[in-house]
């Protein structure tokens, strides 16, 4: 198409639209006032897709202050900013994190799950799991594990819900109940396995989807548990050999790198960054390895949240840092002033702003 074609003024349609696809998503929004080809373009399926090839991929972190349901975005380039859930129209928890997409759980109404756009304001009410009143006996609605997995390719997405059966006043047996949602069917389905793993509150909270697999860290840290979607199988992936030989003594966790499988390992002051580079043959490659000397003063308590090629966001207590991979250099993006009642890794998820649908 000539310029003089484009409803877009001087430039041809196809450059406006790769210009606008590199802008911020708050950026990109702004420009929705300046004519309705303009207004349209954040939904319509080719630029949504593009967006996401080619749109900005800085990680934001969202921090959940759960004493207060008040939300925080901390941004390396825009600094710390409110963040709001309000259009749920309800008190939420974040649970899972996935291109773009939140998973939340109401505080309110055990059993129902949310999965939303933040930026778009989109959401999607799920059906309840089952009909059946809550109960201690079913520890399903207070779900172990939770995890999100959005398809950018189909926009079908999984939601995840997984833990291990017990009555009321026993302990778990291994009995693992799962089920998995379909966006697509709009229902649940649900399968029992065998197994003995335990998890804490940082393995719970770091999942990641990547390859049709939901990836969790095992409390041991001698492997990755993963489910496959399309077979509904659990299966397990070894970790790297150095980081299961110096495991002791050590703290080990696992992100997302920009789609793929990644484990940070921190022993004493210095911290490991592997990824995941074939999940069939579990070949994990050393990404980089990076001295906490200037940080010293927390290598002991702080803890990595989210990544990418460029920056790693870490947790401490009352303290949001980056470390920027390239300059070598880290920076205090954000400190919590007065008591906090819960530590900031306590409540962290990476997130990426994207522009897809999650009511289809």
Known sequence: MSSSE???????????????????????????????????LPF????????????????????????????????????????SLGFLNDKVKIRASCNGLLCCSSVRNRGVYYVCNPVTREFRVLPRARERPFTRCQPEYEATLVGLAFDPVS???????????????????????????????????????FMHDEFTHMNRCQVVFSCGLLHW???????????????????????PDEVLMTRSGSRVYLLELEG???????TGVWMSIWVLRNHDTEQWALVDRV??????????????????????FMATQKKILIYNLKG???????GANGTVTYPLWFSSYGFRSTLFPCHL
């Open 6 to 40: 484009s409803p877009y003024g001087v430039l041809p349609t196809d450059i406006v639209i790769q210009i606008l696809a590199r802008l911020p998503v708050y950026s990109l929004f702004r420009c929705r006032s300046v004519c309705k080809p303009w207004n349209r």
């Open 44 to 83: 319509e399926k080719h630029f949504i897709d593009l967006y996401f090839r080619i749109g900005p991929k800085d990680p934001i972190l969202l921090l959940e202050f759960p004493e207060s349901s008040a939300f925080l975005s901390v941004d390396r380039f825009r600094g710390v900013s409110a963040f």
């Open 155 to 193: 926009w079908k997405f999984n939601v995840v819900l997984a833990g291990f059966h017990r009555l009321f006043g026993h302990r778990p047996h291994g009995e693992f109940v799962c089920q998995v949602f379909d966006s697509e069917t709009n229902s649940w389905s649900r399968s029992v396995s």
């Open 217 to 239: 860290l095992t409390h041991s840290c001698s492997y990755v548990l993963a489910f496959d979607l399309k077979s509904g199988v659990w299966g397990k992936t070894s970790l």
């Open 260 to 266: 793929s499988v990644s484990v940070v390992q921190i």
């Open 291 to 312: 001295h906490l000397r200037c940080i010293s003063v927390f290598a002991a308590s702080i803890f990595p949240v989210s990544q990418s090629r460029d920056v790693v």
């Open 328 to 334: 070598k250099v880290w920076k205090e993006v954000y």
